[in-house]
């Protein structure tokens, strides 16, 4: 592909994206959405903004610290192929998925990693991101189950909160034992049929190839001294969006605590995440909407 051509994709991408994001917002009624903005109250709005950008701050932190451990890449460009993969998601119906691989492309070309050891250092950056959020999942809706919002479902939190903590710990324990399962050559030939040729080359899927991809999160990042920062700074950049969602409430004029609103939030967005293949555009909204009417959010 030629460099015009390049330049050509990405602008189609982009405009692609635009229209993705009016579609959505015309589909939403932006009358109606004006309106209820202008009600709101433009300090608490504009600072919203902040716990968004600390979110990317911080999950910019968490990758170079990841991606130091193969070899140095600076912070703001590492940053910046985090919010070209992210807004790959949020734009197009791919269910997670581009935003790594484009992550993995843009890895390749300004730091000359292979696409299979570049798209493992992504992949690795979203599971630990993923097990982040459980974490934060866990501990909110334990903590949640103590607060009076909670109501009859007090025991349902409990259980849940503590099942998926449980679920976690398992989950670590068991990395040694995954690892040596993926680097067993059956498996490399089961999956060669489904894995893109542009990541393996002319070598096919092999065990080394593997070793490529789920090695950065089940090998160099195995040890509790890089896996628990990992997750922890995972937790730490989604927790900016309840602090984010609070503040615009706030300038609605509703002072929602903010326990309320990061269980909230977590349960919209594993929603999102699990049901809407755009991005999670639509499903996280209806159960941010629904799930915040419920345990006390006016519904407006």
């Known amino acids: 592909m030629t460099p015009t051509q390049r ?29 209820v903005a202008k009600s709101a109250d433009p300090f608490w709005l504009a600072v919203s903004a902040l716990p968004i950008v600390a979110r990317f701050l911080i999950w910019g932190v968490k990758w170079t610290h990841m991606l130091a451990r193969r070899a140095p890449v600076p912070f703001w460009l590492a940053t910046r192929i985090i919010a070209a993969g992210s807004f790959i998601n949020l734009t197009t119906p791919t269910a997670k998925l581009a935003g790594g691989v484009v992550r993995a492309v843009l890895l390749n070309r300004r730091r000359g990693w292979r696409m299979s050891v570049a798209y493992g ?17 866990g501990v909110g809706t334990l903590a949640f189950s103590f607060h009076p919002a909670a109501g009859n479902l007090k025991p349902a939190f409990a259980a849940l909160g503590s099942a998926t903590l449980i679920a976690l710990a398992a989950g670590v324990w068991i990395r040694r034992p995954v690892w040596e399962w993926v680097q067993r050559p059956q498996l490399a030939s089961r999956l060669e049929r489904f894995v893109p040729q542009r990541f393996v080359g002319k070598e096919g899927v092999t065990a080394d190839v593997l070793r490529r991809i789920f090695g950065p999160l089940l090998h160099d990042g195995a040890s509790w001294k890089a896996f628990v920062p990992d997750v922890l700074l995972g937790a730490l950049a989604f927790s900016a969006l309840p602090v984010a969602n609070a503040m615009v409430l706030r300038s609605l004029g509703v002072d929602a605590p903010l326990m309320v609103v990061t269980v909230v939030v977590v349960l919209g967005y594993l929603a999102g995440n699990l049901l809407g293949a755009w991005g999670g555009i639509g499903v996280t909204e209806a159960a941010l909407a629904a799930l915040g009417a419920h345990f006390g959010v006016p519904a407006e």
């Open 7 to 35: 330049r050509l994709l990405r602008l189609f991408l982009v405009l692609g994206g635009v229209v993705a994001v009016i579609w959505t917002v015309r589909s939403l009624d932006p009358a109606r959405v004006w309106e």
């Open 121 to 137: 250092w992504a992949f690795a950056d979203q599971v630990t991101n993923l097990l982040g959020h459980t974490l934060l999942f």
